[in-house]
């Protein structure tokens, strides 16, 4: 196995993330990507804008640790209950911003259109769910 990154190792994460390192983002924001250790299939970002406060590296680490179960729950909120276990061919990506709050995209989900489905965590609950052909994007 890799060793933890030095932007992981300074940020404070203890090994669920690999491969973290810091990429451009806007003024007054960090932003941070890598992979799961253990599915590494499985892209992670950190996005802080600094306005908000710092990351909570245990959170993440938690979530990262034993992420299946949150994945599941998204993929049900996306598809249905009978899609829990069907995330794994979904190409999911995981975005942890300030504090506990997360959001967990699927680029393949079912029925979604060409820019894949967002699902919304506060915690560990799923707080909304966006098909992300329906956004609006500014120029």
Do not use: K, N, Q
């Amino acid at each position: 196995m890799t060793d933890i990154s030095e932007a992981a190792r300074r940020l404070g994460l203890r090994g669920a993330v690999e491969a973290l390192d810091e990429v451009d983002a806007p003024a007054g924001s960090r932003c941070y990507t890598g992979r799961l250790r253990r599915l590494p299939d499985i892209a992670v970002s950190l996005v802080e804008d600094g306005a908000r406060g710092s990351f909570d590296v245990d959170f993440i680490d938690a979530v990262c640790t034993d992420v299946e179960p949150h994945l599941r729950a998204a993929a049900a909120f996306v598809g249905g209950a009978g899609c829990a276990e069907d995330w794994v061919g979904w190409g999911p990506e995981l975005t942890f911003s300030s504090g506990r709050e997360w959001t967990v995209r699927f680029a393949l989900a079912p029925g979604a259109g060409e820019l894949g489905a967002l699902v919304t965590f506060d915690g560990v609950h799923v707080t909304g769910v966006d098909d992300l052909a329906d956004a609006d994007f500014v120029d």
